[in-house]
C-alpha cells in the first residue's frame, strides 16, 4: 500500500504532462491559423462604368492553392499578377504574398465580390469581402468606349478573353481555319497569329490546344517571330504567326478546336498625371491610344497581358455509305505502289515485299493492305516509315510498309494482295486500287543460312542454324542395348507426351476462341509489347538525333499503349477521358499525374518546339510511366 501511494503522484503528475502537450500541439496551428491573414484591398470603390481597377489580395505567410472569387459583373483585364516579398527586420522574417488583378467596370449599380481562397498547411483561410459601387460613365469613359468600336457589348462577349470583335484591343491572338465543313479524315489547316499595336518585349505560350477529337500534325515554322503589317477590321496591326497545324477529324458531328493560351510583356506609356490620381497603370492603355502620342510627357512602363483566341467549331460530315470491305480510314488524293524486291530465291533466303502508298491526306494514320502469305512462309511485322510534308496546303508524302518473309520450302507461290481502297476527295467517292498476284519460285537451298535481303537488317531476324538435321547417308552403327524397352523411363515419356502436347494445344486454342471474340482484349494484352515497339524506334531516333521522328513515336507509343489498354477508340482519346478512367480502376493520382504531365510535354515539344526535359529524360520518363501503368491498370 505505501509502495502504491508513493507512485500516485508520480503517474498523476505524467498524465498532466501527457494531456499538456496534446492541448499545445492542437493549439498551435490554431494559433497559427488566427495569425495568418488574406486581406483584399480594392485601389478604388467607387468607379465609374468603363473605368479599369484593381484590386490585390495579400497573404502575410506562404500558402498555395489561391482560388480568386467569381467575378461575373466585371471584365477580367488583367491577372492574377503573382508577387511575393520578404523582410528580415531584426532577425525577424516575415513574407507577404500578393495576387492581383486589373478589372474594369461594365454597368452600374453596387456589386459585391466573394471571399477568396488559399490553403496555408492544412488549413483553409478566406479573404474579406468587397463591395464596388459603379456609377455613371464620365465623359472620359465614354469618348473611350467610342473609340473602342462595338462598345460595351463586345466587352462582354470577347474583351475578357483579349480577343477582338471590333478593333477594340491593342494585342490579342486569332485563330482562323481554312475551312469549316471537312469530311472525316480531311485536313484542316489552323492557323494561330498574334496582333498588337504596341509593342512586345516577350511572348510565351501557356497552354497549347488539346484538338480533342482531332489527330493533328504540327506544321514546321521558324523559332522567331517575323511581323509584318496587316489591316484588320480596318486598324492596321503588326502581325506573326504563332503557331499552324493541320487537323485530321476522326469522328463525324460538331467538334471544337480548343483556344490557345498565351502571355506577352507590353511597354505601355502612361501619363504622368493620370498615374499620380490613379494607381492603376494600365487604365488608359487599353482604352485610349492617344497618349502614346511622344509629344506628350508619357512614363513608359511594362506590362503583362494574358490572351486566348476564341474557340472555333467544325462541322464534320461522315463518308458516304457503301465503302469497300477494304476500306481502312484513307482519305485524301492518294496512289498504292506493291512490290517483290526479287521473283526468285531459295528456301530459307529472306525476301522483301514493300508497299507504297503516296499522295496528299491522312497518310500517317494510313493502314497497309492485308497481305496472304503462304503457310510455307514465315513472315515478320512490317517496318513503317513514314515520310510527311505538312504545309498550309495540307499534308503530303509517303507511307512505306516492308514486310520481311522467308520460304522454308522450295515451289511456286502466289502471294495476294488485298485492294486498297481510299475516299477521294476530288472525285467524293471511294476509289479501289486492285493489284495481281505476287509470284515467287522457290529453289531448294542449304537449309542452315539466311539471307536478308532489302532494306532489312540481319539483326532483324532470329535463326537458329540448327532447325534442320539432314539424314546421314553412310551405313549407321547398330549398338545392343540390354535395358528393355518396356516399362522404362523413355516408353512412358513417349506415351503420355502426346496426351499431355494434346492437352496443350487443346487449351491454346480454346483461349485463342475466347480472345478472338474480343478484339479490344487482344490489344489491351499486346499493348505494352505494341509500346515497347514504339519506344525503341523512338530511341534509334533519338541516336541519330531525328527530334521530330523521336518526338512522334514516343507521342504515338504513350497514347497507342493507354488506348489499347484502356480500349479506348482512337477517336475519343482525351486526356480528360483518360484520366476518368484511370480514376475508374483506382490508378493512383500521382501515376495519372505523371502520365498526363508527360503527354504535356510530348505535345509541347511537339507544338512550340521546345521541351523542359531533355529528349534522353523524355525517353526514360516514358519507358517508367508506361511499365507502373502496366502494373496499376486492373
Not at 41 to 58: C, H, K, L, R, W
Not at 108 to 122: L, P, R
Not at 451 to 461: C, E, L
Request: net charge positive.
Amino acid at each position: 500500500m505505501k509502495l502504491e501511494n508513493l507512485h500516485m503522484p508520480f503517474k498523476f503528475r505524467s498524465t498532466i504532462l501527457f494531456c499538456f502537450v496534446v492541448c499545445l500541439f492542437t493549439y498551435i496551428p490554431t494559433l497559427r491559423a488566427q495569425n495568418e491573414k488574406l486581406t483584399a484591398t480594392a485601389s478604388e470603390t467607387t468607379v465609374a462604368n468603363g473605368d479599369q481597377f484593381q484590386i490585390t489580395y495579400s497573404l502575410n505567410a506562404s500558402g498555395k492553392g489561391f482560388k480568386a472569387p467569381s467575378l461575373p459583373d466585371f471584365v477580367v483585364v488583367m491577372g492574377p499578377s503573382q508577387s511575393q516579398q520578404m523582410q528580415i527586420i531584426n532577425g525577424s522574417v516575415s513574407q507577404t504574398l500578393s495576387f492581383t488583378y486589373v478589372l474594369q467596370a461594365t454597368k452600374e449599380g453596387v456589386f459585391k465580390i466573394g471571399a477568396a481562397e488559399i490553403t496555408v498547411g492544412s488549413t483553409k483561410i478566406f479573404s474579406n469581402p468587397l463591395t464596388i459601387t459603379v456609377t455613371k460613365a464620365s465623359a472620359q469613359s465614354q469618348s473611350q468606349g467610342q473609340g473602342q468600336g462595338q462598345g460595351q457589348q463586345n466587352q462582354k462577349s470577347g474583351e475578357k478573353n483579349n480577343t477582338i470583335e471590333g478593333g477594340g484591343k491593342n494585342v490579342f491572338i486569332k485563330a482562323s481555319v481554312d475551312r469549316t465543313n471537312s469530311y472525316q479524315g480531311e485536313g484542316i489547316v489552323v492557323s494561330y497569329k498574334l496582333y498588337t499595336k504596341v509593342t512586345l518585349l516577350n511572348y510565351a505560350i501557356s497552354k497549347l490546344p488539346s484538338f480533342t477529337g482531332f489527330w493533328s500534325q504540327d506544321i514546321n515554322m521558324q523559332q522567331q517571330l517575323e511581323f509584318h503589317n496587316e489591316n484588320y477590321d480596318g486598324v492596321s496591326y503588326k502581325v506573326a504567326e504563332i503557331k499552324k497545324v493541320v487537323l485530321f477529324p476522326q469522328r463525324s458531328g460538331n467538334l471544337v478546336v480548343d483556344p490557345m493560351e498565351g502571355e506577352v510583356i507590353a511597354r505601355v506609356q502612361v501619363k504622368k498625371q493620370q498615374q499620380q490620381k490613379n494607381n492603376d497603370p494600365f487604365s488608359q492603355f487599353f482604352n485610349d491610344p492617344f497618349f502614346n502620342n511622344p509629344f506628350f510627357n508619357n512614363n513608359v512602363q511594362d506590362v503583362k497581358v494574358n490572351l486566348k483566341s476564341d474557340p472555333i467549331r467544325i462541322t464534320v460530315k461522315d463518308l458516304p455509305a457503301g465503302a469497300p470491305s477494304e476500306f481502312s480510314g484513307a482519305v485524301g488524293r492518294l496512289s498504292c505502289e506493291v512490290s517483290l524486291d526479287k521473283k526468285e530465291t531459295k528456301a530459307n533466303e529472306a525476301i522483301t515485299v514493300k508497299i507504297k502508298i503516296s499522295g496528299k491526306g491522312n497518310i500517317k494514320l494510313i493502314e497497309s493492305p492485308k497481305i496472304s502469305f503462304p503457310p510455307d512462309f514465315e513472315s515478320y511485322d512490317p517496318k513503317e516509315n513514314a515520310n510527311i510534308n505538312a504545309t498550309t496546303a495540307g499534308v503530303s508524302g509517303s507511307k512505306v510498309f516492308e514486310y520481311l518473309l522467308i520460304p522454308r520450302s522450295p515451289g511456286e507461290f502466289k502471294i495476294p494482295v488485298s485492294s486498297f481502297v481510299y475516299f477521294d476527295l476530288d472525285k467524293k467517292q471511294y476509289v479501289s486500287t486492285d493489284f495481281p498476284d505476287l509470284l515467287l519460285k522457290v529453289t531448294k537451298g542449304d537449309g542452315t543460312n539466311v539471307t536478308v535481303a532489302g532494306s532489312v537488317q540481319r539483326s532483324d531476324v532470329q535463326l537458329l542454324g540448327k532447325d534442320i538435321r539432314f539424314i546421314k547417308t553412310h551405313d549407321p552403327d547398330f549398338e545392343v542395348s540390354l535395358t528393355p524397352f518396356y516399362g522404362s523411363a523413355l516408353f512412358y515419356g513417349l506415351v503420355t507426351t502426346p496426351a499431355l502436347l494434346f492437352l496443350i494445344l487443346l487449351g491454346v486454342r480454346k483461349r485463342n476462341e475466347r480472345l478472338s471474340g474480343n478484339a479490344g482484349q487482344i490489344k489491351s494484352q499486346r499493348a505494352n509489347k505494341a509500346a515497347m515497339k514504339r519506344l525503341s524506334a523512338a530511341k534509334k531516333y533519338l541516336s541519330s538525333n531525328e527530334k521530330e521522328k523521336f518526338l512522334d513515336e514516343m507521342f504515338r507509343a504513350l497514347w497507342g499503349f493507354i488506348g489499347d489498354k484502356l480500349q479506348i477508340p482512337v477517336s475519343d482519346l482525351s486526356k480528360e477521358k483518360v484520366t476518368s478512367e484511370l480514376a475508374i480502376r483506382k490508378v493512383d493520382e500521382s501515376l495519372i499525374k505523371q502520365f498526363t504531365d508527360t503527354i504535356d510535354s510530348c505535345e509541347f515539344a511537339r507544338f512550340a518546339g521546345g521541351i523542359a526535359d531533355s529528349n534522353e529524360a523524355l525517353y526514360q520518363k516514358g519507358i517508367d510511366i508506361i511499365s507502373k501503368l502496366e502494373g496499376s491498370i486492373k
